[in-house]
């Protein structure tokens, strides 16, 4: 959600490549596509001047009342909704840590998904407390249900992996620090891009008016940094070693 639709879609499409068409999800939504393939979506703050702008994961249900009932039975927030919004019903949430996130009932975009091609490369939740967490949602969002369909959660080097498939969705990473009020360290989701060119990317968020928000930082099989856009909405992109 931006305070700006026009000056974040010029940063987004500078930065990331992404160009911009309004869907038939309504409320003023425009989804990103790079290569054709859906990405994002970008809408309009309201309310507060003074509301932060980051980014937030949707999760496709179901049932919208059925989540909401689960989210609250577990001790969690809803801070909005269900409520009708364009073609479907949304609603926005905080896990018992405080971690934000949506889900969605209804049609969704053609072709849009998480792990692979042009999408978005994972989701991170940075908690306190991993099982914890990754048992919280996999009650709420049928995680490693009996259904067709279903998401995989395993543990793997000190994360909790989900896939769909053969494809990595979502990490959770305990340990997260205690809660504060600076977006960087508090329980929260947090988006990551698959780049070609880490610096080339940096150097046009900086001309576009973000900023880093972190080093860069290097691994054996890539290399990421953490971006704030112009508003302090904070993404990591991320480039494979050479």
Do not use: N
């Amino acid at each position: 959600m931006a305070r700006d639709l026009e000056s974040t879609q010029r940063f987004y499409a500078g930065v990331l490549g992404w160009d911009f068409r309004p869907t038939h999800l309504g409320g003023g939504i425009m989804v990103a596509f790079r290569d054709g393939a859906p990405v994002a979506g970008i809408g309009a703050l309201a309310g507060s001047p003074g509301a932060p702008v980051l980014w937030t994961p949707y999760f496709a249900v179901e049932d919208a009342d059925v989540t909401a009932a689960r989210i609250l039975e577990r001790g969690a927030t809803m801070a909005v909704g269900p409520v009708a919004f364009g073609t479907g019903r949304i609603a926005l949430a905080a896990d018992p840590a405080g971690a934000v996130f949506g889900f969605w009932q209804g049609e969704v975009v053609p072709d849009w998904s998480v792990g692979r091609g042009s999408a978005p490369a994972w989701l991170e939740l940075r908690t306190r407390d991993a099982f914890a967490a990754a048992i919280f949602y996999g009650e709420v969002l049928d995680w490693a249900g009996s259904h067709p369909g279903c998401c995989a959660v395993s543990y793997e080097h000190a994360h909790v992996v989900l896939r769909h498939g053969h494809d990595t969705v979502a990490r959770i990473s305990g340990g997260a620090l205690e809660a504060a009020p600076d977006p960087e360290v508090r329980p929260r989701w947090h988006v990551h891009f698959r780049v070609p060119d880490l610096e080339a990317v940096i150097e046009a968020a900086t001309a576009l008016g973000g900023r880093t928000a972190s080093p860069v930082q290097t691994s054996s099989v890539s290399r990421w940094v953490v971006l704030a856009d112009p508003d302090g909405a904070l993404f990591t992109v991320v480039t494979p070693q050479d």
